[in-house]
């Protein structure tokens, strides 16, 4: 009885799925292909920079619960996408230097052209899209996730030593990251369907630069600072750029090394409250189609 009631479930949902699509085509824009990421545990490294005892250190790994499952898009935006928000006076240029080939993610792209064209798309399609949190981003990423962790104690004597190790384990990552755009699927899917996270094309998340403390028994502090100028964009590293900069070789990557190509890719948002939130709520709790 049970497996004919989610069988019913799922055929409801696939008509709503269609009904969301047939709003996007009828506003003349195509709804991106998503992927849904299942809720569940994640264990995260945190974003920011943490400080014990005054030096910096790693930052903690937290258990974080995912309760409900959301929607990703399974591309970057692309070059063609975006173009269509700009033709119509929403979002701002791309740098002009970068790839304008139809099928590439869009790049040279701020935090602020990414909601830009979050709020054009949510307006185009009747569905509220905006960026993932960082913590979303990691969750949907799996093993293509790169933690951050430099692996190194703190040692009040001897500051230099992390930044050594970062220097190192940048410098390593420098040949890739410079490599030109390549095309939607370039860099494969992972264990989500989610295709190029963690290529060379970084992707802007929601998430706050974040100063902390970390106590000597590793809680961190509830007296952090956040710097909501400085957003995270993820992707061969965590970089911390500040929100106006398209081109973090050219300065405004606050910490880490600057990435060579920023893009974004979006969430539809749906929290509880909406219609749709609802109902997926309502196949969470059901186990969803397991």
């Known amino acids: 009885m049970h497996s004919i009631f989610k069988a019913k479930t799922a055929a409801i949902l ?58 990703i898009m399974k591309y970057q935006v692309s070059v063609e996408a975006y173009r269509s928000c700009v033709s119509e006076g929403a979002c701002g240029e791309a740098l002009a230097n970068r790839s304008q080939k139809p099928d590439h993610p869009v790049t040279g792209i701020s935090f602020t052209n990414a909601l830009e064209y979050a709020r054009w798309l949510s307006a185009k399609t009747n569905v509220k899209w905006r960026l993932p949190t960082d ?65 060379n094309v970084w992707e802007w998340t929601e998430t706050c630069y974040q100063r902390s403390s970390i106590d000597p028994d590793g809680k961190v502090r509830a007296d952090g600072t956040a710097n909501c100028g400085v ?27 600057p990435p060579t190509h920023l893009g974004f890719r979006l969430v539809r948002d749906n929290k509880a409250g909406s219609g749709l939130g609802r109902i997926r709520e309502w196949w969470d709790a059901l186990g969803g189609a397991k």
């Not at 790169?146 to 190194?152: C, R, T």
């Open 231 to 257: 957003r995270i964009a993820e992707g061969q590293h965590r970089a911390y750029i500040t929100y106006f900069v398209q081109d973090a070789k050219g300065g405004g990557c606050s910490v880490g090394a």
């Open 14 to 71: 696939s008509v709503l799925y269609l009904a969301t699509t047939a709003i996007a085509v009828s506003q003349d824009v195509s709804l991106p292909e998503l992927v849904t990421v299942s809720s569940g545990m994640h264990q995260y490294r945190a974003s920011g920079e943490f400080l014990r005892s005054g030096v910096p250190a790693d930052a903690p790994v937290l258990a974080i619960s995912m309760p409900r499952s959301f929607d």
């Open 135 to 199: 913590e979303e981003w990691s969750y949907a990423a799996g093993s293509r996730f790169v933690d951050d962790s430099l692996g190194a104690r703190e040692d009040p004597e001897n500051p230099a030593l992390r930044w050594l190790l970062k220097y190192q384990k940048y410098a390593d990552l420098e040949s890739e990251q410079t490599l030109p755009v390549k095309p939607h699927g370039d860099f494969g899917a992972n264990e989500n369907g989610i295709y190029d996270m963690s290529g």
